[in-house]
């Protein structure tokens, strides 16, 4: 299954592969990723759901 860990600022650092068993993961929480959803590293986890970061403008 995949997971998003999430940082204490409820960014998502890093999309794993795991089982769900032993919580090895001190620092950061844990969430499962739903098959449909899409989620990667920079996305903001609200307590209920995944958003895209927001764009930077180029100058």
């Known amino acids: 299954m995949k997971y998003a860990l999430i940082d204490e600022t409820g960014a998502v650092d890093n999309i794993i592969i795991w089982d769900g068993e032993n919580n090895i993961f001190d620092s950061e929480k844990c969430i499962k990723i739903g098959d449909t959803e899409i989620v990667g ?4 986890y609200t307590g209920s759901s995944f958003s895209p970061p927001e764009e930077i403008e180029s100058s």
């Open 41 to 44: 590293v920079g996305y903001i």
